[in-house]
């Protein structure tokens, strides 16, 4: 597959095994922290089964101990890991972030109650927060132009295969351990994980482009020959180093002031809190967080709502890959709209089968139901957005951006995971599934209007456009476009 840039280079060239094999470990390693991140968020929706009676949960204890890594935890980890990863570099930053998995896991595997199970959960959402605003953007800016939507894609894979590593780990411990306290085990599976991403990131340079707009230049350009031949490393080098020098002269480092300075740089930022909101409205975490316990409602055993369960994650990895295939090809708005068209769709179904009276078909049927909105999230959507995020913010504020962005992504989730329970049982389940279908039609309207086109630019031609153009009237992808 190959890509011609708007600017008339092909960028598609082949690379030589050891620029390829330089990309796989890169990719590989940087990503272990969005299989953290599934993992950790995922987890919890079988460990709830066994803590309750340990730690005596009620529903709204419940609640504070799933929502709690998403809020203040990731929410606030995101505005972290965006200042980290201007301040100490996208390697810095997720360096600080596996070191925060693996204390967050250590603590929530041993907490004796409540209160220390919720400061794990907490200090495990900085980590997850952090390296969901920075592993995006290490790998976007590592990437050549012609593979960043694949590479950064790779991260929402992992994300998925955490999450599917977590329901199976679930059902296998259950099966293994016949403990009460096995959920113990089940948390502290993540402190793995986390090792291997410390080791392995000292591994790894920083990105070109945080090295550019420091003046470190010659770094930048070692960089950059680590993945590319000497002609693409060359010509990119150059525009790299072009763009650095004007991102100093508008005071790189002043995120704040470069925002009421620049009205095009606010209206982006809008945009990515707007696409931010929109991927969590779909409700897909209600689903990754509470499968087992809409399952089991239904009458299913525990054990078999946690087999059950390890479907989603077979359903999210089967999309993601389909996603990242569909990247390559097809440009992200019609994706993004597809998406939007079926969440909604599913939702509406899921909403009329709690009607049916109780039988072993209305469950299967509520479990299809939630595939289906798994499957739509998982292939147009989830992968779509962290891309967009990844792609659109200008290399001044781009991590204060992503940042913010992530933040009002986690605030949203934890807002629908916190309220999920409380909803469900006052207004009943069909009802608030009736809800999510109303809120994703909501969704498509903003996409059609409001998202930008970002396939076959390179980061710098993006920014380009978005200083000449609203993002609206960013929609299509140039001519002869073939990839990335």
């Known amino acids: 597959m190959s890509i011609h840039s708007s600017s008339g280079t092909s960028t598609g060239a082949q690379r030589s095994p050891a620029h390829n ?17 599934g993992y950790d968020t995922g987890v919890i929706s079988g460990a709830l089964l066994y803590m309750k009676e340990d730690l005596a949960l009620t529903t709204f204890s419940e609640a504070v101990v799933v929502s709690s890594l998403l809020f ?61 605003a920075t592993c995006p953007l290490y790998l976007a800016e590592m990437a050549p132009a012609d593979r960043r939507g694949r590479m950064v894609t790779i991260n929402e894979l992992m994300i998925v295969t955490g999450q599917f590593l977590a329901f199976a780990m679930n059902a296998l411990l259950d099966a293994l351990i016949k403990d009460p306290h096995v959920w113990r085990w089940m948390l502290a599976v993540a402190t793995v994980p986390a090792v291997a991403l410390f080791v392995g990131m000292f591994f790894l340079p920083d990105s070109p482009r945080w ?53 095009w740089m606010r209206r982006i930022l809008w945009i990515g809190c707007g696409l931010a909101t929109v991927q969590q409205a779909t409700g897909i975490n209600t689903v990754n967080y509470y499968a087992p316990t809409i399952l089991e409602s ?14 989603v994650g077979v359903v999210g990895i089967i999309g993601t890959i389909l996603g990242i295939v569909l990247i390559g090809r097809i440009n992200r708005r019609p994706l993004l709209l597809t998406g939007f068209t079926g969440v909604a769709a599913g939702h509406a ?25 798994v499957f739509f999230v998982q292939t ?90 609203s993002p609206a009237e960013v929609r299509e992808a140039p001519v002869g476009v073939h990839g990335g």
């Open 380 to 469: 147009f959507i989830g992968t779509l957005v962290w891309l967009l995020l990844s792609e659109i913010f200008p290399m001044t504020i781009r991590g204060f951006a992503m940042g913010i962005a992530v933040f009002v992504l986690w605030t949203v989730n934890a807002a629908i995971s916190f309220a999920f329970p409380p909803l469900v049982a006052s207004l009943g389940a069909t009802l608030t599934f009736g809800l999510f279908a109303l809120v994703n039609v909501g969704s498509l309207t903003f996409v059609k209007k409001f998202a930008p086109e970002t396939r076959g630019r390179s980061l710098e031609e993006l920014e380009d456009d978005f200083r000449t153009h």
């Open 211 to 263: 090295y550019a707009v420091r003046g470190r230049l010659e770094d930048t350009r070692r960089v950059l020959s680590l993945s590319r031949d000497p002609a693409e490393a060359a010509e990119e080098y150059n525009v790299i180093a072009q763009h650095a020098q004007r991102d100093v002269t508008e005071d790189k480092g002043a995120a704040m002031r470069d925002l009421r300075a620049f009205p």
């Open 298 to 311: 239904t009458g299913l055993g525990a054990s078999a709502s946690l087999i059950l369960t390890i479907t």
């Open 72 to 132: 203040p935890g990731a929410a606030f980890g995101a505005l972290l890991g965006g200042k980290l990863a201007d301040a100490l570099g996208r390697k810095g930053s997720l360096l600080v972030c596996a070191g925060l998995f693996l204390v967050g896991a250590l603590i929530c595997a041993v907490a004796p109650n409540v209160g220390v199970m919720t400061g794990g959960r907490i200090l495990l959402g900085f980590g997850v927060g952090a390296a969901a």
């Open 349 to 373: 179904v899921l909403a009329l089968s709690f009607l049916l009276p109780e039988s072993g078909f209305r469950s299967y049927l509520i479990l299809a139901a939630m595939l289906f909105v």
């Open 21 to 37: 094999r330089f990309l796989v470990k890169l990719t590989v390693i940087s990503t272990l922290g969005g299989l953290l991140f």
